[in-house]
């Protein structure tokens, strides 16, 4: 069990210092985020190593996949070529055309809305004058 934490750790930092150091060489802000989670992954793994704590499987598997899993699916990536801030940026823009598209949808909506009750409303006050 000891074996495995001190193997965590080690890879799990030396994942940390090659994102950094690609954050540096890149000047690119989008790997700040994956550094976030690495450092809180990597200091929940100190605490339980210091204060000889034992988490459960779900804490574990988060504290892998935020630490090693997805820093080593960045490194793949990048190097076949992709890059991540790219990556990043181009689902960024999906997902904002999405919103926009559903907000476009939800005012059109809102205006058929709105002319149709104008009409019923219209519609009965003239059967009522009758």
């Given at each position: 069990?000891?074996?495995?934490?001190?193997?965590?750790?080690?890879?799990?930092?030396?994942?940390?210092?090659?994102?950094?150091?690609?954050?540096?060489?890149?000047?690119?802000?989008?790997?700040?985020?994956?550094?976030?989670?690495?450092?809180?992954?990597?200091?929940?793994?100190?605490?339980?190593?210091?204060?000889?704590?034992?988490?459960?499987?779900?804490?574990?598997?988060?504290?892998?996949?935020?630490?090693?899993?997805?820093?080593?699916i960045i490194v793949i990536l990048e190097r076949r070529g992709k890059s991540?801030?790219?990556?990043?940026?181009?689902?960024?823009?999906?997902?904002?055309?999405?919103?926009?598209?559903?907000?476009?949808?939800?005012?059109?909506?809102?205006?058929?809305?709105?002319?149709?009750?104008?009409?019923?409303?219209?519609?009965?006050?003239?059967?009522?004058?009758?």
């Open positions: 069990m000891l074996v495995e934490k001190i193997i965590f750790s080690i890879l799990a930092f030396y994942l940390f210092l090659l994102m950094f150091f690609k954050m540096i060489k890149k000047i690119d802000a989008t790997y700040v985020a994956v550094l976030i989670m690495q450092g809180l992954g990597i200091a929940i793994s100190f605490i339980e190593i210091i204060f000889s704590l034992r988490y459960n499987i779900i804490v574990k598997t988060i504290i892998y996949l935020i630490s090693i899993v997805i820093p080593i991540f801030s790219e990556l990043i940026y181009l689902t960024l823009a999906k997902f904002y055309r999405l919103i926009r598209k559903y907000q476009k949808m939800q005012i059109n909506f809102t205006l058929i809305s709105r002319k149709k009750s104008r009409q019923l409303f219209s519609t009965q006050n003239a059967c009522r004058s009758v």
